[in-house]
């Protein structure tokens, strides 16, 4: 789902004040930030075809939502931090999202698709760390996220994207948008 325009903004202004006080960190760039149903990694055309036939009867299935940033998120849970995000207020908004995500891996593995079993966390990536932040950097990212205030993130379309490497970060494109609740995006 792509990120809104004023979250977006909102979101970079937290990240530039971060950038300035936080060590090393390979900060992801506003025009990618977008929330993650499903990621499948590198598959076929006609596997990503097969996949599209379904979403538009997914997304309508699903209400548009209102989500909140609410908090941190730091991946893996335990251990050196690797990403840095932001996360998602629990509540009837996120639990159509998060259920929507379900049926995407349902959708997938009906086609063949292989779909990572970790479980869903409604998240927007801001950072990954190749060199371990101290503890207290990372809390001092926590503290800072739970401090900011977010507009509403919108949920009103799923996207296809695809997703190409390159030096200066990842590109997507996106192969096929469907309203959320079959309204209009």
């Known amino acids: 789902m792509p990120s809104p325009a004023a979250w977006v903004e909102s979101a970079r202004r937290l990240v530039a004040d971060l950038r300035g006080r936080s060590p090393q960190a390979s900060w992801t760039r506003p025009e990618s930030w977008h929330l993650t149903l499903l990621f499948l990694g590198e598959i076929e055309p006609s596997a990503a075809d097969a996949l599209a036939a379904e979403g538009a009867g997914l997304a309508a299935a699903c209400p548009p ?36 995500a379900r049926s995407l891996a349902a959708a997938a593995r009906r086609v063949d698709l ?72």
């Open 114 to 185: 292989e779909v990572e079993r970790r479980e869903f966390h409604a998240h927007v990536t801001l950072a990954r760390l190749r060199d371990c932040w101290p503890d207290r950097d990372v809390e001092d990212f926590r503290t800072a996220v739970a401090a900011w205030s977010f507009p509403p993130y919108p949920a009103r379309e799923l996207v296809l994207f695809e997703s190409k490497l390159h030096p200066t970060g990842a590109v997507h494109t996106a192969r096929g948008r469907w309203p959320l609740g079959g309204a209009a995006a």
């Open 65 to 100: 939502a209102e989500l909140r940033a609410d908090h941190a998120t730091v991946f893996p849970p335990r251990g050196r931090a690797r990403v840095l995000g932001i996360g998602f207020a629990a509540g009837a908004p996120l639990a159509a999202i998060g259920e929507l």
